[in-house]
Each structure stands twice: as C-alpha cells, then as structure tokens.
C-alpha cells in the first residue's frame, strides 16, 4: 500500500496549486481561520457579536458571517482588528517578505 502526502492527496482530489479550484479552497481556509481567530479574540475580550459590531459599524450578523469565514474583506478586517486593539498588523508574503498593513 502506497502512502500518499498530504499535499498529493490535494493536488490529486482538488488540483495543483494555481489551478482556480485549489485557489478557491486555500482562500476558503485562510478565511475560516482569520475568522476563528477574530472570534476567539472576541470572546477573549468577553464581547458579544453585538457588542464587537457596534464597535466596528456593522451589525451583529456581519460579525457571525465574517467569524464563519464568509464575506471578509481587508477594509472589514481592518476594522475589526483595531476595534479589537491589534496596534499593528502585517501581512506574509512569503520570500517577498512581510508588508505592514497599518
């Protein structure tokens, strides 16, 4: 029996990486996880949804779609980020290098 890594088993299920359905699945999950970690922020901070929306100027079911992964956009992030108190934030661009985003 042949063991297949990881990234094998992606390239073969969903295709290799460039290919517009791995694009979409890689988006999919940096999504989710830039949405958890806002929510486990939040709930760190001891904020509800409500609460954290009307810091931001959006409704509370905005917060539940972005904390799921759905509808983030950077201008939300940023929003978000700093109504939580992130004084900084930067995004990897791997060898390119970091870039500050604020």
Do not use: C
């Amino acid at each position: 029996m042949k063991l297949h890594t990881h990234e094998e088993m992606l390239d073969s299920v969903i295709g290799v990486k460039g290919t517009p359905r791995r694009d979409k699945l890689e988006n999919d999950i940096e999504a989710y996880l830039i949405g958890k970690a806002i929510k486990e922020t939040r709930q760190k901070q001891q904020l509800t949804q409500k609460q954290l929306g009307e810091l931001v100027g959006v409704q509370e079911a905005q917060i539940s779609k972005i904390e799921s992964g759905k509808s983030i956009t950077y201008s939300t992030i940023v929003k978000v980020f700093k109504a939580l108190g992130a004084k900084t934030a930067s995004l990897d661009l791997g060898s390119l290098g970091r870039v500050a985003l604020w």
